[in-house]
């Protein structure tokens, strides 16, 4: 009985929103995130999405409108890529600073300059430190049930969402998917309860400027202040954690797919070369791993799904491992991968000594093929065996200059 | 979910002194004379320059004239409008205003 449709992972995150029933949109169209404001604007003309959709100058706009939008207790959604998500930048921080359960779809594209239209993820990974929820989608599949996700998950810790995907790898490749049943859709969404949002039987002034200590309302009772409010935004996000298990285990119970929470696995119980990464890079890397099994390598991966929060629970999946290789398609300059440097955080102290190799693949868009994969681990180990256990980055399938 | 806590934002009520008594910022605070300022000295209401011009909307349109120092920032653009100089801006003495 189940609806299979072959579609794009742009047509999977729409069909996903016209599930959760947002009632306000706001997008600007840019390459490769187009599709999805095309349909959505479409769903909206037909009636088959009852929403009111604003079409904006800007995404600073995009997100401005869904910020006051959501400010008056409603759902919202909108769609980003590369520099569109870059000129969002400021009210990025506005829509976590202001606790509003906005979902947002990052289809990840490079940044300029040069100019690119293909697929990394640099656009999303510079916007870290903003208090966005990210999550990262592997297939197409996942995209349609994340985004599902993400409303749950935002509207429980009040924390805004972004679902990130890969640009044209998944926004416009086609893939079998099972679209949810909107009834089961509707139990596992309960509807939106915010926090606090303006009525006009009840008029409120949001974020007026606050001074450094906490602050005296004008009944003369003492309120959090701005330090406090950063606080529990943390403390949010540190909820966040379970409530993104939570969210994907109850989504697998009734849906029967569970993409993991905060990561997932694959031939790790007995690897002791684990390949990691995010989006389809790390789906890839499960091919690597399944061919490097066949030459008697126990390797596995570790695909991590949620980068903030990130996971804390992977030391003990990585306690085996001789060898850690990142996969990542972004750059921290001046240092290293920003993956790779959140991973070797989280394992400091924790007796997991392997060697992390950070791999810089796929920016701009540069193919990146499971042979090419194999042959950073197959490298990588034939240091290791030599003795070499430094960590070092390795810029993939890029010419070195002499 | 737990107990909610409805103050997690920057949600305040539209009241006087909601973000805090901003008089404090300043060094200098405006004095008027009555016998200078023109409603006092006609008696009726008129001129209210001050009352126009303050951007912080602290000054009173009564006879005499009143400025709520709690909120006044003491930019002096009251006393720069005054036309018959009425008013004169003040140091501060520190901590006890």
Partial sequence: ?402 | MNKQDDNISGVCTPAVGEAGKTGDWTEMKPVIDPAKCTPSVKGKPSCFLCWLYCPEGVVSMTIPVSIDLDYCKGCGICAEECPPNAITMVRKERGRE
């Fill in chain 1, 1 to 402: 009985m189940s609806d299979v449709r072959i579609i794009t992972g742009n047509e999977a995150a729409a069909l996903a929103v016209t599930l959760c029933e947002p009632q306000v949109v706001a997008a600007y169209p840019i390459t490769p995130q187009t599709k999805i404001s095309e349909l959505l604007s479409e769903y909206v003309e037909r009636g088959t999405l009852k929403a009111e959709y604003v079409r904006v100058e800007s995404e600073h706009s995009a997100l401005s409108v869904l910020i006051a939008a959501s400010t008056t207790g409603v759902r919202t959604f909108t769609a980003t890529s590369s520099n569109g998500l870059l000129y969002m930048h400021e009210q990025l921080h506005w829509a976590a600073g202001s606790r509003l359960p906005i979902v947002m779809c990052c289809v990840n594209r490079g940044v300029a300059a040069p100019w690119s239209i293909f697929n990394d993820q640099q656009d999303s990974m510079s916007q870290r430190d903003t208090g966005w929820i990210q999550l990262y989608c592997r297939n197409n599949q996942e995209i349609i049930d994340t985004v599902i996700q993400a409303y749950r998950i935002a509207e429980e810790v009040y924390a805004p969402v972004m679902v990130c995907y890969d640009g044209f790898i998944l926004s416009h490749t086609m893939m079998p998917v099972e679209i949810p049943d909107a009834a089961e859709v509707q139990n596992y969404l309960p509807p939106y309860r915010p926090h606090t949002f303006l009525d006009p039987e009840r008029p409120r002034t949001i974020n007026p400027v606050f001074f450094p200590w906490r602050r005296q309302n004008a009944d003369g009772v003492l309120c959090d202040g701005y330090m406090e409010m950063r606080r529990k935004l943390q403390k949010g996000l540190e909820k966040a954690r379970d409530v993104i298990a939570a969210a994907s285990r109850d989504y697998a119970e009734r849906f029967g797919r569970d993409h993991g929470g905060l990561f997932w696995t694959h031939r790790v119980e007995d690897a002791d070369i684990i390949l990691t990464g995010m989006g389809s890079i790390a789906a890839e890397a499960t091919l690597a791993a399944d061919l490097l099994r066949d030459e008697g390598v126990r390797a596995g991966v570790v695909g991590i799904r949620s980068y903030r929060p990130f996971p804390l629970e992977l030391p003990p999946v990585l306690r085996n491992a001789r060898l850690i290789m990142v996969f990542e398609k972004c750059f921290s300059y001046g240092y290293e991968g920003g993956v790779a440097s959140d991973l070797k955080a989280s394992l400091y102290g924790t007796g997991v000594e392997a060697p992390v190799i950070d791999v810089i693949a796929g920016l701009g868009g540069r193919d990146v093929k499971t042979a090419d994969l194999l042959g950073a681990v197959r490298e990588a180990l034939k240091s290791l065996e030599a003795g070499d256990r430094a960590c070092r980055t390795v810029w993939l399938n890029c010419r070195e200059e002499e």
